[in-house]
T-cell receptor, first 111, second 116 residues
Framework: SQQGEEDPQALSIQEGENATMNCSYK?????LQWYRQNSGRGLVHLIL?????REKHSGRLRVTLDTSKKSSSLLITASRAADTASYFC???????????FGTGTRLTIIP | EAQVTQNPRYLITVTGKKLTVTCSQN?????MSWYRQDPGLGLRQIYY???????DKGDVPEGYKVSRKEKRNFPLILESPSPNQTSLYFC???????????????FGPGTRLTVL
């Protein structure tokens, strides 16, 4: 399996600002998923982007995928205190049944 | 309500005492998986299952067993727990896409295990 690597490890911003976090991976993918985890709780799926898509939106979330650079980014616009959480990417490899998570980006929104 | 349930939510046990953590989903998902989460190490996959009677090792399977006798249940068994298995454990389930890889995963609430 391949593991996504999120960057930065931690990010603190003021409420209302935009937050951007990145994910890099090593081998070809079928799709890439982003998840959120509030402290000590189960992960919650945010968005799935397929390898033939370049950008996808869901509410205040925007995900981009650049397969040539093997990277993805998650943008959260107009951040809120409730967005404080850890964010994980999970690259889904072609024919790979394993879905592996990295160590995540810990996002803190300062009221 | 569509959900993944895990039991127990918290467990303190001693080295060598066999234990089972249950996981159940009501969404008719083919794919089920167990993860452990440790500080600084992220989530690591222990075992996964593509369907009934089909299980395979993840990245950290040592010291664990699983079974998939029914589609909805995927118990995690620690035959002889050791302190290095103290961790936060998550069960997850999903449908499989046409490429037979997992789609959106639904996670259980977690089981916090302490092995003394």
């Amino acid at each position: 399996s391949q593991q996504g690597e999120e960057d930065p490890q931690a990010l603190s911003i003021q409420e209302g600002e935009n937050a951007t976090m990145n994910c890099s991976y090593k081998t070809s993918i079928n799709n890439l998923q982003w998840y959120r985890q509030n402290s000590g709780r189960g992960l919650v799926h945010l968005i799935l982007i397929r390898s033939n898509e370049r950008e996808k939106h869901s509410g205040r979330l925007r995900v981009t995928l650049d397969t040539s650079k093997k990277s993805s980014s998650l943008l959260i616009t107009a951040s809120r205190a409730a967005d404080t959480a850890s964010y994980f990417c999970a690259p889904g490899g072609s024919g790979n049944e394993k879905l592996t998570f990295g160590t995540g980006t810990r996002l803190t929104i300062i009221p | 309500e569509a959900q993944v349930t895990q039991n127990p939510r918290y467990l303190i046990t001693v080295t060598g005492k066999k234990l089972t953590v249950t996981c159940s989903q009501n969404m008719n998902h083919e794919y089920m998986s167990w993860y452990r989460q440790d500080p600084g190490l992220g989530l690591r996959q222990i075992y996964y299952s593509m369907n009934v009677e089909v299980t395979d090792k993840g990245d950290v399977p040592e010291g664990y067993k699983v079974s998939r006798k029914e589609k909805r249940n995927f118990p995690l068994i620690l035959e002889s727990p050791s302190p290095n298995q103290t961790s936060l454990y998550f069960c997850a389930s999903s449908l499989l896409n046409l490429a037979r890889t997992p789609n959106e995963q639904f996670f259980g609430p977690g089981t916090r295990l302490t092995v003394l």
